[in-house]
């Protein structure tokens, strides 16, 4: 069983900061991709960014591309979202996913088989 515990949200004034924390415990696996989606109401789940196991690759969505940094503690099995620049469209709950295959399209979240539970970030003025 494995499971995905996202912490690190929050209240934050438009143009500050926020870093995400996503710990993953459970099954280990030979190869997988972890990444952050994102969920506002009314709207489809959107990726937000992703990290391959090594961490030497990375995806962004095209909203978050410059402003909002993956990264991985291989050691402590922890995935990170840096978010800097804080936008109020930015305002969702923000999950994070694993996936055990790495072919596939990397921002489809039906491609991914473990989620957290979410955290809820929200931008305000």
């Known amino acids: 069983q494995v499971q995905l515990v996202e912490s690190g949200g929050g209240l934050v004034q438009a143009g500050g900061s926020l870093r995400l924390s996503c710990a993953a415990s459970?099954?280990?696996?030979?190869?997988?991709?972890m990444a952050w989606f994102r969920q506002a109401p009314g709207k489809e789940r959107e990726f937000v960014a992703g990290i391959s196991k090594s961490g030497d690759i990375t995806w962004y969505g095209d909203s978050v591309k410059g402003r909002f940094t993956i990264s991985r503690d291989k050691a402590e099995n922890r995935v990170y979202l840096q978010m800097n620049s804080l936008k109020l469209e930015d305002t969702a709950v923000y999950y994070c996913?694993?996936?055990?295959?790495?072919?596939?399209?990397?921002?489809?979240?039906?491609?991914?088989?473990?989620w957290g539970q979410g955290t809820q970030v929200t931008v305000s003025l």
């Open positions: 459970g099954r280990t696996f030979s190869t997988y991709i």
């Open positions: 996913a694993l996936r055990e295959d790495s072919g596939g399209a990397i921002n489809a979240p039906a491609g991914y088989d473990y």
